[in-house]
């Protein structure tokens, strides 16, 4: 257990509707970091937020948004869905030091039917 | 912005013997390499890292090699067993002050260890 939690676990919806994947980092970690991965794209880096501030934005649809709250969980928001959006969402922390070792969650399996 | 290329994209191995898997990135501003395994249905999972400032590190069977000035870094696996079959992703970080660490990954290798 790398100690980020990640729910839900499995997400199936609809094309045209909105979805809200929630990431808890691990304690004391500041930053929080989104990917998506597919089968033919590998592991897309979307946006980084490091104490509720966007830090970096990869990849990321303009249909896609996040935040991260003062309690530091962060939520991507997914709207207007396609079926191309289908996907494994995974979310990692990393601590404040030097040595960038990002520690991921267990992901949320979206699918779009 | 930068780039990471992954070789091969899969690989198959007998039990025991070593595989090699290889990464170029493009940006030399890159200043720290992890490499990530992920079992099927699994979250990546950090097995080695290495910064800038080494040219090698090994931690029990697994080394990683980086050639700053060729801009490549590679994973090796000694003595192969069942269980290191996964997919393993390289990684580059570009520091660009503050707190960012954008991790940019290759495409990913699927080793396959045959008993």
């Known amino acids: 257990d790398s100690g980020v939690t990640q729910t839900p676990k499995h997400l199936i919806t609809a094309t045209g509707q909105r979805v809200t994947l929630r990431c808890s980092p691990r304690?004391?970690?500041?930053?929080v970091y989104w990917y998506q991965q597919s089968l033919d794209q590998g592991l897309q880096f979307l946006i980084q937020?490091?104490?509720?501030?966007?830090?970096a934005k990869g990849n990321i649809l303009e249909r896609f948004s996040a935040q991260q709250f003062p309690d530091l969980h962060s939520e991507l928001n997914l709207s207007s869905l396609e079926l191309g959006d289908s996907a494994l969402y995974f979310c990692?922390?990393?601590?404040?030091?030097?040595?960038?070792?990002?520690?991921f969650g267990a992901g949320t399996r979206l699918s779009v039917l | 912005g930068e780039n990471v290329e992954q070789h091969p994209s899969t690989l198959s191995v007998q039990e025991g013997d070593s595989a090699v898997i290889k990464c170029t990135y493009s940006?030399?501003?890159?200043?720290?390499f992890p490499w990530y395994k992920q079992e099927l249905g699994k979250r990546p999972q950090l097995i080695i890292d290495?910064?800038?400032?080494?040219g090698e590190k090994k931690d029990q069977r697994i080394a990683v090699t980086l050639n700053k000035t060729a801009k490549h870094f590679s994973l090796h696996i000694t003595e192969t067993q069942p269980e290191d079959s996964a997919v393993y992703f390289c990684?580059?970080?570009?520091?660009?002050?503050?707190?960012?660490?954008?991790?940019?990954f290759g495409k990913g290798t699927l080793l396959t260890v045959n008993p």
């Open positions: 990692a922390s990393s601590p404040q030091t030097g040595r960038n070792i990002q520690y």
């Open positions: 304690s004391g970690d500041l930053s």
């Open positions: 937020y490091y104490n509720g501030e966007e830090r």
């Open positions: 940006d030399s501003a890159s200043n720290y």
């Open positions: 290495i910064r800038s400032n080494v």
């Open positions: 990684a580059a970080s570009i520091y660009s002050g503050g707190s960012n660490y954008k991790l940019t």
